[in-house]
């Protein structure tokens, strides 16, 4: 068990003894323990700072408001110490993803706020950086020095250095690809590589849906003309996830205005979007015409040789030590997203480097599915498939991996192989090896599956439910 397990452990009985059994002013049935403090955890513990983490917004400010002061009064005791107390829930703890936290919103209980000692954890930039009295300091965890590069994303980070040495070398600069990749961050390389080497420039930096929020705001209040103004003296804008424009055809118009006369008067325009502009839809033709004129590159998914590069450093940055075969295996596990290979290390960094437990590949299985409960280890998967499906059809998993041919057992293991195409991306001669059979044999099961759907009563529904409990 954990130090902070132990800690937790022992600090909650230490209040629910404070709490039940009650003192005066607090006393509280067992039930309502549990009710607020069931999911109560301490993930983060250092000589001056603690935090704890519940599920969700209700409890914690239930928590603060009410029991704050017991709260850091039970721990300190316990402890024998003096500490700050923070509390967040567990999303704003784990979600570092989300790019939208001021770390404001979670709650210390004490007039110092957490964010010295949890600013590993903050991702976020001012929303909007006009010129260089913006807050840099959010800003300066993004450069190019620290954006690891491989083939997937190299051609976009060129073109962001090369704009950033030379505003207006390409424009507008156009970077898209799906969530996660990388692309805020290359614009926050870009505005800090700016500032250094064009610092009188007046650089301006919105997501599009602040942009988007502002402009109705300026339209409603009167003062589209001050909302112009802003937007046209500057010399370099930067809009981050312009795929928000999408459908919204008034503001497009007002976009269209401000971005036209930026760029005649060749004013570096840089945009992301997490698809590339002709898949923005509906959009303005003249914008989608403006978009494509200039340069456009892409993010990929990471390589497995980069998400391996992405983790040594990162977890170096950090402090963190991982053998070759636990960042190997988290790079295996984790192939979609950087933020979520960011999440897991951050994770794992906030429970056991105090601790200076050996990190095993049964903790990396625990944190992944506690950020991502949708990813699962394939075999964990097939596990499933073939145990959901047994108990339905009630044929024995040897059964439904042998080469037995009744109707009833060969039924189940056309669902099986259906189940498992579907929902992992093996191929079909990875499936046909856990059935002992070849890709054709899988492919006749996938049809024979299809075609029940089609013809058979309530099939469609059945194996459906079966999905359910498999993603369970
Ligand atoms: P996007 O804007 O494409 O959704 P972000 O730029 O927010 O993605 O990236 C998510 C997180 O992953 C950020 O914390 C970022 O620093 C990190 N990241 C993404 N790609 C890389 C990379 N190639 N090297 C280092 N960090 C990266
Ligand atoms: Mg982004």
Redesign the pocket.
């Known amino acids: 068990m954990s130090d902070l397990l132990e800690i937790t452990k022992a600090f909650l009985e230490e209040l629910q003894s404070r709490l039940v059994s009650g003192g005066s002013d607090h006393s509280l049935p067992p039930s309502s323990f549990k009710l607020w403090f069931g999911d109560f955890s301490l993930v983060k513990l250092d000589e001056s700072c603690a935090v704890f983490t519940t599920p969700n917004d209700l409890r914690k400010n239930i928590l603060i408001g009410k029991y704050g002061d017991l709260i850091k009064s039970t721990l300190c005791d316990i402890l024998g110490f003096s500490v700050e107390v923070s509390i967040y829930t567990e999303g704003e703890f784990s979600d570092f ?1 989300k ?1 939208d936290k001021d770390t404001s919103s979670s709650s210390s209980l004490s007039s110092e706020e957490g964010e010295k000692f949890y600013d590993y954890s903050e ?1 976020d930039i001012s929303e909007s950086i006009s010129d260089t009295s913006g807050n840099a300091s959010l800003l300066d ?2 450069t190019f020095d ?5 083939s997937s ?1 190299k051609f976009a980070k060129a073109a962001c250095m090369a704009v950033a040495d030379e505003p207006n070398t390409y424009n507008p600069l156009f970077i898209y ?10 614009l926050y390389a870009v505005i800090n590589h700016m500032k250094k080497k064009h610092p009188e420039l007046k650089i301006v930096y919105k997501r599009c849906s602040s942009f988007l929020e502002e402009l109705i705001a300026a339209i409603r209040a009167g003062t589209t003309n001050e909302f112009k103004e802003f937007y046209r003296t500057a010399d370099v804008l930067l809009i ?1 996830d312009v795929q928000f424009l999408a459908g919204k055809e008034q503001t497009q118009e007002e976009f269209f205005i401000t971005f036209s006369y930026l760029y005649e008067s060749e004013k570096q325009i840089i945009l ?1 979007s ?1 698809r590339p502009p002709k898949e923005i839809n509906p959009l303005n033709e003249r914008i989608m015409t403006r978009f494509e004129g200039g340069l456009l590159a892409d ?1 990929q998914p ?1 390589s497995l040789e ?1 998400r391996i590069a ?1 983790i040594k ?2 977890s170096e940055d950090m402090g963190l030590s991982l053998s070759d075969e636990i960042v190997e295996y988290m790079a295996e596990r984790l192939h979609s997203n ?2 979520q ?2 999440g897991v290390l951050k994770k794992l960094y906030a429970l056991y480097s105090l601790s200076g437990a050996d990190i095993t590949k049964k903790k990396i299985n625990e944190v992944i599915s506690i950020i991502d409960p949708g990813n699962v280890p394939i075999d964990t998967i097939i596990e499933r498939v073939l145990h959901v499906v047994s108990e339905k059809y009630d044929v024995k998993i040897d059964e439904l991996k042998s080469k037995k041919r009744g109707e009833k057992i060969a039924g189940a293991r056309h669902v099986a192989i259906y189940l498992i195409k579907k929902i992992t991306d093996l191929t079909l001669k990875e499936i046909g090896n856990i059935f002992s059979r070849d890709h054709a044999t899988v492919i006749s099961s996938i049809e024979k599956v299809e075609s029940n759907i089609k013809t058979k009563n309530n099939y469609e529904e059945d194996i459906q439910s079966l999905l359910d409990l498999v993603k369970k």
């Open positions: 993803s790019g991702r965890g993004y620290n954006f690891v590069e491989g994303n690809g799906h969530s996660g990749l990388g692309k805020t961050h290359l981050d992301t997490d993010v990471p980069l992405i450093k990162k950087v933020r290979i960011e």
